[in-house]
């Protein structure tokens, strides 16, 4: 079956201390694999696209990995500000799309 | 980053009823996509749209669904028969060609009595 797994759920980190989110997937035919971030109550706001294993992309304080099977979010030294909900999406074959669950992230000043 | 509108913000409406909810585009992108997250779930594909025709299409987006660019500019979502099931965030978004990232409008938070 087609699916994405984001891990953890939740995490709550103090100001400044790094850490990653997953995102596992079992799709055939990945196409592309997107890192959103997601604040209550607005849509998804694009964050970075991966196209192939052992590409990397780099934002601010977010670093985005992908391999054959996960992709990784770094995040350096986050702020309070970094605090929201990171989802990762899948496109596979002709135009389909999955979205993990996402991962709740608190930062706490 | 390409901007998306979307009308009504919050769509209340009797269960049965129609609804039509609507994306404007402020950009020239030609792939459209209909997505809903109910809440505290994840975002789900309904469909997607290009060339004035569907191209891929889930499970969801069913009979009671339908899709149309009406004017060339808007980019609707009707809903036949609402059901309290429908309730749900309803988010337009848009992509410049098939496969790239894909910007996302604030979304219809649609309730259904």
């Known amino acids: 079956e087609d699916q994405v797994t984001q891990s953890p759920e939740a995490l709550r980190l103090q100001e400044g201390e790094s850490s990653s989110l997953n995102c596992s997937y079992t799709?055939?035919?990945?196409?592309?694999l997107f890192w959103y971030r997601q604040d209550p109550g607005k849509g998804p706001e694009f964050l970075f696209t991966?196209?192939?294993a052992g590409e990397e992309k780099e934002k601010e304080r977010l670093k985005a990995t992908l391999t054959k099977k996960e992709s990784f979010l770094h995040i350096t030294a986050p702020k309070p500000e970094d605090s929201a909900t990171y989802l990762c999406?899948?496109?596979?074959?002709?135009?389909?799309?999955?979205f993990g669950k996402g991962t709740r992230l608190h930062i706490l000043p | 980053e390409p901007e998306v509108t979307q009308t009504p913000s919050h769509q209340v409406t009797q269960m049965g009823q129609e609804v039509i909810l609507r994306c404007v585009p402020i950009?020239?992108?030609?792939?459209f996509y209909w997505y809903r997250q109910i809440l505290g779930q994840k975002v789900e594909f309904l469909v997607s749209?290009?060339?004035?025709?569907?191209?891929?299409k889930s499970e969801i987006f069913d009979d009671q669904f339908s899709v149309e660019r009406p004017d060339g500019s808007n980019f609707t979502l009707k809903i036949r028969s609402t059901k309290l099931e429908d309730s749900a965030m309803y988010f337009c978004?848009?992509?410049?060609?098939?496969?790239?990232?894909?910007?996302f409008g604030p979304g219809t938070r649609l309730t259904v009595l």
């Open positions: 999406a899948v496109l596979y074959r002709d135009d389909k799309i999955i």
């Open positions: 799709v055939s035919g990945l196409r592309g």
């Open positions: 991966l196209y192939s």
């Open positions: 950009s020239n992108h030609l792939y």
């Open positions: 749209f290009y060339n004035n025709e569907i191209s891929e």
């Open positions: 978004a848009i992509a410049p060609a098939a496969g790239n990232e894909q910007f």
